[in-house]
């Protein structure tokens, strides 16, 4: 009971529901990687995702918990350290000890929480209609050229774009972060640091460069 | 120079604080930040006013007693000193300089500059210990063989003054570098062994009770703590509490 009511079982709980996002991300990246590279690909793997059962119905409600979990224990954390603090500071010099990504993972974070909701509107909300409302016939072609498309317009492409800038400031403290709650800091972890300052650079240019792509490369009729 | 400050004045507890604003002329760069008060204090007294009061001990950065938010950042801008130790000649002829107390809900202020910071004593009793036998068949210390890189490192941890400037930089008033410190000072020693996992859970538990922050490892605490205390006592803290946990 003491492990869940703790300040450290707090820490613990974003550092894993943050690694476990993080390894769901490995996952998007590369099955999105394929919409530009091999779209036959993409359309196998999408086709795979959106109809094998266990991802349906065991993964899927893993993931939508994990992010759940994430963002609802970075509020509780928040308002609890905002507490902590019944006065504040008439002048506070927070760079000149601690780099601006790291104060404002809440910031980030919101951000974040905004475009996913925009990203299920576009693509979870519609797969599920098309799916279980509809209840349209399989068609293991149709998503490379319905993400394509998704990419037209401007606005959405930019909304995208800056929200992976978001995503990389948030996993540049985050990720590296993780391994420090968890209790690891020694000579191992400088590697796995470096690791996850690429990995916070790499996987979201990734996913800003796929956006980018599909919206100046359209689908032409 | 000539300095400009702007000074945190609460007559106590209870009662509203506010800036007052200071002139004060003829101060010399050999100074200490406590002697510069010094000097504008005995300036307030001589015209009849209230002194401006401030917690300071032994003047030589070892007691941790003096504290201070100052423009922005505890014990200053200098790196690795206490405010104590902090010379006037880090400052320029002209400068405003804003002088706080530490922030925090677990240090509440008791008189302008002066807080309560009794927190980190209740901390320390809760675990920060160790059961030695007094009673005439006392073992020496040092006939224990002790690792040498353990013993640096517990050596490390236990300079931690306790001044609380890690709280105060910390942006959600964290005490997890100072309770990393006391846990690791004996969780890193054979001596520390025996109550070694009911003194993390204490700890922890009396740090979360006075409503100290959580900590989102932004570092500021370490890069402020006066005795360079390092982020690595906070993941010995979180592995020595996950594996007592555990344990049961």
Not at chain 1, 86 to 94: D, L, Q, R
Request: glycine share 6%; hydrophobic share 45%; net charge negative.
């Amino acid at each position: 009971m003491s492990l869940i009511k703790s300040s450290l079982a707090r820490k613990y709980v974003m550092a894993l529901s943050g690694l476990f996002l993080v390894t769901f991300l490995i996952l998007h990246v590369t099955i999105n990687l394929a919409s530009v590279f091999s779209p036959d690909f993409f359309n196998e793997a999408s086709h795979f995702m959106g109809y094998n059962p266990i991802v349906q119905f065991l993964m899927q409600p893993i993931l939508i918990a994990g992010v759940i979990v994430h963002f609802v224990m970075g509020f509780v954390l928040e308002i609890q350290n905002r507490k902590a603090r019944n006065v504040g500071y008439v002048k506070y010099n927070g760079s000149a000890n601690a780099p601006w990504v790291s104060r404002n993972m809440i910031y980030s974070g919101l951000v974040i929480l905004a475009f996913l909701a925009l990203h299920f509107y576009d693509f979870w909300i519609h797969e599920m209609a098309y799916k279980y409302v509809e209840a349209n016939p399989e068609d293991p072609t149709r998503y490379y050229h319905e993400t394509v498309e998704k990419f037209a317009p401007f606005w959405r492409t930019i909304l995208y774009v800056v929200s992976f800038v978001l995503l990389s400031l948030h996993l540049w403290h985050g990720f590296a972060s993780s391994f420090q709650s968890m209790g690891a800091n020694n000579k191992y972890t400088v590697g796995f640091t470096k690791f996850a300052k690429i990995f916070a650079v790499v996987v979201p240019l990734a996913f800003a460069f796929i956006a980018l792509y599909h919206h100046l490369n359209p689908i032409t009729h | 120079m000539k300095l400009y400050l702007k000074i945190w004045r609460q007559k106590d507890a209870s009662a509203p604080g506010k800036i007052v604003d200071y002139t004060l002329d003829g101060v010399e760069g050999d100074m200490s930040f406590l002697e510069m008060l010094d000097i504008l204090n005995e300036e307030l007294v001589s015209k009849g006013e209230e002194p401006v009061e401030f917690d300071h001990d032994c003047r030589e950065g070892i007691c941790g007693t003096c504290s201070l938010q100052i423009n922005g950042e505890p014990h200053g801008p200098d790196r690795l000193v206490t405010t104590c130790q902090l010379h006037m000649r880090k400052f320029n002829d002209g400068d405003t300089i804003v002088i706080e107390p530490f922030r925090a809900t677990a240090f509440p202020v008791i008189k302008d500059l002066i807080v309560d910071r009794s927190a980190f004593d209740r901390i320390q009793q809760a675990g920060g210990y160790i059961s030695v036998n007094t009673s005439g068949n006392t073992i020496d210390a040092n006939s224990i063989p002790i690792n040498k890189h353990a013993a640096d490192e517990a050596m490390d941890a236990a300079t931690c003054i306790g001044c609380g400037a890690c709280v105060a930089a910390c942006k959600n008033a964290s005490a997890m570098l100072f309770t990393s410190a006391k846990v690791s000072q004996f969780a890193l020693l054979p001596q520390g062994q025996v109550e070694a996992t009911e003194r993390v859970q204490n700890m922890v538990r009396q740090m979360d009770l006075e409503g100290f922050g959580n900590c989102t490892n932004t570092g500021a605490c370490e890069v402020e703590c006066p005795k360079g205390i390092s982020l690595t006592n906070i993941a010995r803290m979180n592995r020595e509490y996950l594996s007592a946990t555990l344990k049961g």
